[in-house]
T-cell receptor, first 111, second 111 residues
Framework: GAVVSQHPSWVICKSGTSVKIECRSL??????MFWYRQFPKQSLMLMAT?????????EQGVEKDKFLINHASLTLSTLTVTSAHPEDSSFYIC???????FGPGTRLTVT | GQQVMQIPQYQHVQEGEDFTTYCNSS?????IQWYKQRPGGHPVFLIQ?????EVKKQKRLTFQFGEAKKNSSLHITATQTTDVGTYFC???????????FGAGTTVTVRA
């Protein structure tokens, strides 16, 4: 139990385009999901807390208009990186539920 | 805000030797969690410690939670090549479930 999936697992996009990443809790419902970003050889940094049915809470320094989060159901949260730039290239990982079960991550490369 | 510090950042170990990674928080933690991330992979939950002074073992891994619940350690005995990866500790905030991750200890093993 407690499986979290992410899609896509990796994506390459051109600078200026937008990319949507999905996080799904497969066998449980999650009122809360968390989005992290991990740059190479660095730790996980929390970007935002996604709350079902309400606005996400963003950490200091994270642009809410650039990283759009939608948590429309109890099993799905999406993170859209808008107008992506090469510096947005990173490993994006979600976790779901208060126990924070982690998804497998999405590796984004912006060219 | 809460900070979780972890040392050492890198640990190069001879196969068969023991090593320890340490985690310290600037505030008292309700619990502390440990994760392992293999190269190219995502963090995988290892264990959660809740009680003051708690010690838990998983085969060759021994986890400790300090009496003051502000520090923790992970000790690995007889290191094997399968132990390669980055070990993170993480603690929740005082009033929410948001996890603050340590910088991680990246372990390499020489045969």
């Amino acid at each position: 139990g407690a499986v979290v999936s992410q899609h896509p697992s990796w994506v390459i996009c051109k600078s200026g385009t937008s990319v949507k990443i999905e996080c799904r809790s497969l066998d449980f419902q999650a009122t809360t999901m968390f989005w992290y970003r991990q740059f190479p050889k660095q730790s996980l940094m929390l970007m935002a807390t996604s709350n079902e049915g309400s606005k996400a809470t963003y950490e200091q320094g994270v642009e809410k208009d650039k990283f759009l989060i939608n948590h429309a159901s109890l099993t799905l949260s999406t993170l859209t990186v808008t107008s992506a730039h090469p510096e947005d290239s990173s490993f994006y990982i979600c976790s779901a539920g208060d126990e924070q079960y982690f998804g497998p991550g999405t590796r984004l490369t912006v060219t | 805000g809460q900070q979780v510090m972890q040392i050492p950042q890198y640990q190069h170990v001879q196969e068969g030797e023991d090593f320890t990674t340490y985690c310290n928080s600037s505030t008292t933690l309700s619990n502390i969690q440990w994760y392992k991330q293999r190269p190219g992979g995502h963090p995988v939950f290892l264990i959660q410690l809740v009680k003051s002074g708690e010690v838990k073992k998983q085969k060759r891994l021994t986890f400790q939670f300090g009496e003051a619940k502000k520090n923790s350690s992970l000790h690995i005995t007889a290191t094997q090549t399968t132990d390669v990866g980055t070990y993170f500790c993480a603690g929740p905030g005082a009033n929410d479930y948001k996890l603050s991750f340590g910088a991680g200890t990246t372990v390499t093993v020489r045969a």
